[in-house]
Every structure is written in C-alpha cells, then in structure tokens.
Nanobody, 123 residues
Framework: QVQLVESGGGLVQAGGSLRLSCAAS????????MGWFRQAPGKEREFVAV????????DYAESVKGRFTISRDNAKNTVYLQMNSLKPEDTAVYYC????????????????WGQGTQVTVSS
C-alpha cells in the first residue's frame, strides 16, 4: 500500500510559481500511476495531471497545459507538480493520488489520496 503526503502549497501572486511535492511511503510506489487533482471552494474536484509508472506517459488538463509540469522520482518516492504562470483560477486544494490503472483522468479510479495542500493565487 501507499501513503501520500503533499507539501509546497502557499500564497503566491498571479504570474508566480510554486512546486508541489507528494511524498509516498510504501515499497511499491514505482508501480503506481500518480495523479494530481484540485478542488476549489464550491466546485467539484478536477483532474490536473498524471504520470504513469510504466512508460512515464504524461497527461494534463487543458487548463494547465503549458504552465504545469508533472514529474516523478521513483528513487525518492516523490511526485512533483511544477506550477508556473499561476492564475487566480488555479486557487484550490491540490491533492495527489495513486492508482494501479483505469481511467487516469477520473478521480474514482484512484484509491490512495493525500490530505491536500492549499494553493492560493492572488490577483
């Protein structure tokens, strides 16, 4: 099993950058596909990005493509989300999640979730 802990959130001005980290415990981290999701107040949780364990396939939501970069370091059991050119609409609680397979853009596919980290972008 995998346990996930996010960090790196905070308050930043529009146009700024943040890097989120998700540290995983558990020997089988490298066998999981790792995703990032976010949830803004009053809105549903939405897919942000995912990186697969086997091929390193990467996928992004259209709203973050070109601004966010997902990466993973299996040796450190950590997945990252580099967020550049942040906008006020990126404000949300960001969650990392792990799944062994399925529809990688769908939250229900994931069976391991972190506690979330708040990202606030001021205008």
């Amino acid at each position: 099993q995998v346990q996930l802990v996010e960090s790196g959130g905070g308050l930043v001005q529009a146009g700024g950058s943040l890097r989120l980290s998700c540290a995983a415990s558990g020997r089988t981290f490298s066998n999981y596909n790792m995703g990032w999701f976010r949830q803004a107040p009053g809105k549903e949780r939405e897919f942000v990005a995912v990186i697969t364990w086997r091929s390193g396939l990467i996928d992004y939501a259209e709203s973050v493509k070109g601004r966010f970069t997902i990466s993973r370091d299996n040796a450190k059991n950590t997945v990252y989300l580099q967020m550049n050119s942040l906008k006020p609409e990126d404000t949300a609680v960001y969650y990392c999640a792990a799944t062994s397979g399925g529809d990688l853009r769908r939250g229900r596919t994931y069976d391991r979730w972190g506690q979330g980290t708040q990202v606030t972008v001021s205008s």
